[in-house]
């Protein structure tokens, strides 16, 4: 008779501290809102300008992110070499517009963007091709192992890219001659629009011009294409794939492979709006692009492009606001304590779907 009341007390008990977080959770949502309602209104200027800035940032998050995502929802691994993926995609894109097709302002536009867009082609199919390696080798033999094993082969496989990028490049920057802007010289320069008159530039509307159309291809590809109901069905289910005639194996490199493109694909767009790559950024990187898939939901990819619009924006608003922002000093802290906060008490994210646990 006591077993029945013993199994109803951690239920009972569990309750009201949810709902007591739940609270908490909608308190600190509400001083958000009233901290950036504050500063809009002493400082409309300001507010736009980090809004732009973090919506472009969140970008290069979103691209990033949704390369964790996709592996994740087809092997339930967290890929950490895919943030040194994302960097040797810098680092290539670097080395084709300096030394191959020496891009420099004053170019016509058609020798400039014949060059982005052959530079583009070469960092995805690299870094595609260098996923599916990472893949074949380090992973697909560990595919029935013990959950850890992956993990900490994935840590190893990102150190091992991040040597090889200080083997070739060196331990300095690797940079590009910037503009005005701060982007790369040759991009345009001028605005493009202007909100709430702070001037959105032409090489911030050149990352989202090349992110937008990745995106919508990706969402095409995953929703739409023969492949992608392949890889749907591979992440639902791989041995019920299998019996129905699904190639397993070519699906996961094939997901690989789109992971690691759009890690150099977000690789060029850094390159040529940030115009500087060192050997040990991709591991800092990604672990911010890591939190924004698990915010918005890992394994879901419209929460990777929300949560990284999110934290693009909440890096810009603290690192610019004026208004009791806790200054640049804290951007990363809050960062990472998100992902604890998310982790803890909603870790299937903002569009996630909490699934059981199977036995």
């Known amino acids: 008779m006591a077993e029945p009341t013993t199994a109803t007390l951690p239920a009972t008990s569990r309750r ?27 400082t409309p200027a300001q507010f736009f300008h980090a809004f732009l800035i973090g919506f472009t940032n969140g970008a290069v998050y979103a691209l990033v992110a949704l390369g964790y995502t996709l592996v994740y929802g087809i092997l339930e691994l967290i890929n950490f070499a895919h943030g040194d993926v994302f960097m040797l995609g810098g680092m290539i894109s670097m080395t084709m517009i300096s030394e191959v097709f020496k891009l420099h302002a004053g170019q016509s536009a058609l020798v400039v963007w014949g060059g982005v867009a052959a530079t583009f082609a070469i960092a995805t199919i690299g870094c595609g091709l260098i996923n599916v390696t990472v893949e074949r080798i380090a992973y697909r033999p560990l595919r029935g192992a013990p959950r850890l094993v992956p993990l900490i082969t994935a840590i190893a496989a990102s150190f091992i890219l991040q040597n090889i990028a200080l083997a070739t490049k060196g331990a300095n920057f690797v940079s590009l001659n910037t503009g005005p802007s701060g982007a790369a010289d040759f991009l345009p320069q001028g605005s493009v629009f202007t909100l709430g008159g702070v001037h959105y530039t032409w090489p911030q509307f050149i990352v989202v011009l090349i992110t937008a159309p990745v995106l919508v291809a990706l969402v095409y590809l995953v929703q739409r294409t023969r492949q992608g109901k392949a890889m749907r069905a591979t992440a639902q289910d791989r ?20 992971a690691g493109s759009l890690a150099g694909a977000a690789g060029l767009i850094y390159a040529l709006y940030f115009t500087s790559v060192v050997f040990y950024q991709g591991f800092q990187l990604g672990l911010i692009a890591f939190t924004c898939a698990v915010l918005g939901g890992i394994g879901n990819l419209p929460g990777a492009v929300l949560g990284g619009l999110l934290i693009g924006l909440i890096q810009a608003f603290n690192n610019t606001l004026s208004w009791h ?17 998310i982790l803890v008490f909603r870790p299937e994210g903002l569009l996630g779907e909490r699934t059981p646990e199977g036995g």
């Open 325 to 341: 922002a806790p200054g640049s000093d804290w951007t990363q802290s809050i960062v990472f304590a998100i992902l604890i906060l």
């Open 16 to 42: 009201p501290r949810l709902h007591v977080m739940g609270a908490l959770g909608l308190l600190l949502v509400a001083l958000l809102i009233f901290w950036l309602a504050v500063n809009l209104e002493k």
């Open 239 to 258: 041995e019920a794939a299998a019996m129905m005639g699904i190639d397993v194996n070519r699906t996961i490199s094939f997901t690989f492979l789109i």
